[in-house]
Nanobody, 127 residues
Framework: QVSLVESGGGLVQAGGSLRLSCAASGHTFSLYAMGWFRQAPGKEREFVAAASRSGGSTYYADSVKGRFTISRDNAKNMVYLQMNSLKPEDTAVYYC????????????????????WGQGTQVTVSS
């Protein structure tokens, strides 16, 4: 079982950048595919970005493609979400998630595909 803790959220002006971090502990991090999701008030949790176990395969929601970058450092048990050109509609609580998988190249985009979640970090983008 893996435990996840996000950090790096905050208040930023539109057009600005933030880097979210997710620290994993408790199990072999490199066995997990990772994802970032977000949930705005009154909305369902939505997929943002995903990475395979090595980070060699990544995938993004259309709404963040070209602005956000997911990366991971398996030596440090960390996954990151670099967010550039932020927009007010990016305002949400951001969650990292982990899925134990035997596939080295697969990534996952559905919330139900992940068994482990962090507590979330708030990102607020002002206009």
């Amino acid at each position: 079982q893996v435990s996840l803790v996000e950090s790096g959220g905050g208040l930023v002006q539109a057009g600005g950048s933030l880097r979210l971090s997710c620290a994993a502990s408790g199990h072999t991090f490199s066995l997990y595919a990772m994802g970032w999701f977000r949930q705005a008030p009154g909305k369902e949790r939505e997929f943002v970005a995903a990475a395979s176990r090595s980070g060699g395969s990544t995938y993004y929601a259309d709404s963040v493609k070209g602005r956000f970058t997911i990366s991971r450092d398996n030596a440090k048990n960390m996954v990151y979400l670099q967010m550039n050109s932020l927009k007010p509609e990016d305002t949400a609580v951001y969650y990292c998630a982990a899925r134990l998988t035997t596939s080295g190249s697969s990534y996952y985009t559905g919330p139900s595909e992940y068994a482990y979640w962090g507590q979330g970090t708030q990102v607020t983008v002002s206009s």
